[in-house]
């Protein structure tokens, strides 16, 4: 089987990033952006993907932790793009329902080569998590600017949940595990009628 790796670099005025990605690495993940609360998010995706993963990131953090986010998120999903390939023997679909405590969220994705985001995803009012500070609207920006350079249509809609911790754990959990059952190699061509995607 080809190798699905994949090694990014992204250098702006706010950040500078350098990543790697192995969609069929073991889950051993190596995080630092300097925000506590991402990195865990980050760490869930890897392990619960079954990714290896490496992100290198520094960003104006006193300025906000928003163009950190956005900036490894946007990287993340040109690498995963990338691995991906031509997705030649792909599951291409999936979806589940996944908790965390009284949180359950619902996650489908088609790596479709179209991206777009369904986002239904209502958070309690919350104080920002972790130091520097991860604003819980930020969840959101950040797995869409995942799929949409993915090139990945996705839904997540919360079905119950209280704690947003809980919430956003619970959305990076499920959508590493429908990423891990969607890029799995069950047969030899493109999942598709036009024979690409």
Do not use: C
Request: no cysteine.
């Amino acid at each position: 089987m080809t190798s699905r790796t994949a090694s990014r670099q992204r250098a702006t005025k706010e950040t500078s990033i350098d990543l790697s990605i192995d969609l069929d690495g073991t889950g051993v993940v190596d995080v630092s952006t300097g925000i506590p609360f991402y990195d865990h998010m980050l760490d869930q995706l890897g392990r619960h993907g079954g990714f290896d993963l490496t992100v290198k990131a520094e960003g104006d953090l006193h300025i906000d932790t928003h163009h950190t986010v956005e900036d490894v998120a946007i990287t993340l999903g040109e690498a995963f793009a990338e691995a991906l390939g031509d997705k030649a023997g792909v599951r291409r679909f999936a979806s589940g329902l996944y908790p965390l405590d009284e949180a359950l969220v619902e996650v489908a994705l088609d790596l479709s080569g179209r991206p777009f985001v369904a986002w239904d995803v209502e958070m309690p009012e919350s104080l920002p998590l972790g130091s520097p500070a991860f604003d819980p609207q930020l969840a959101e920006h950040a797995v869409s600017s995942f799929a949409m350079n993915a090139g990945i249509t996705l839904h997540v809609n919360l079905r119950a949940g209280r704690n947003v911790h809980h919430i956003i754990e619970a959305t990076f959990k499920g959508l590493a595990r429908s990423l891990r059952d969607a890029v799995r190699i069950e047969s030899s061509g493109v999942p598709s009628t036009k024979g690409t995607l």
